[in-house]
Nanobody, 123 residues
Framework: VQLQASGGGLVQAGESLRLSCAASGSIAKGYGMGWFRQAPGKEREFIAG????????GYSRFVKDRFTISRDNAGNTVYLQMNNLNPEDTAVYYC?????????????????WGQGTLVTVSS
């Protein structure tokens, strides 16, 4: 497994979750990473991205000010802190490694994808 995502689960509206995604080997070295999500019946959408050095971030307008993306110093693990969750956040969340070192919002700009972790928010 090249990308292992974890941290999903069932929470109530207003609660928080932290997702983690560990990249194996050096597949993430030098590259941006991102989080996407896909709700039932909907297309996969960009949620958050971070560049290789970790000093630039980008967010979907739907999660900005509630979610925070970060990565560890080695650059192999990316996190998504999700606060004030609401039922509209229910989806399978995927992490991915981009094909460049910058923040990438287009899913076609990613080479590696994790298996997804389910987040369910009840009202």
């Amino acid at each position: 497994v090249q990308l292992q995502a974890s941290g999903g689960g069932l929470v109530q509206a207003g609660e928080s979750l932290r997702l983690s995604c560990a990249a194996s080997g050096s597949i993430a070295k030098g590259y941006g990473m991102g989080w996407f999500r896909q709700a039932p019946g909907k297309e996969r959408e960009f949620i958050a991205g971070i560049n290789w050095s970790g000093d630039k971030r980008g967010y979907s307008r739907f999660v900005k000010d509630r979610f925070t993306i970060s990565r560890d110093n080695a650059g192999n693990t990316v996190y998504l802190q999700m606060n004030n969750l609401n039922p509209e956040d229910t989806a399978v969340y995927y992490c991915a490694v981009a094909n460049v070192g910058e923040v990438v919002t287009n899913p076609q700009g990613y080479n590696y994808w994790g298996q997804g972790t389910l987040v369910t928010v009840s009202s």
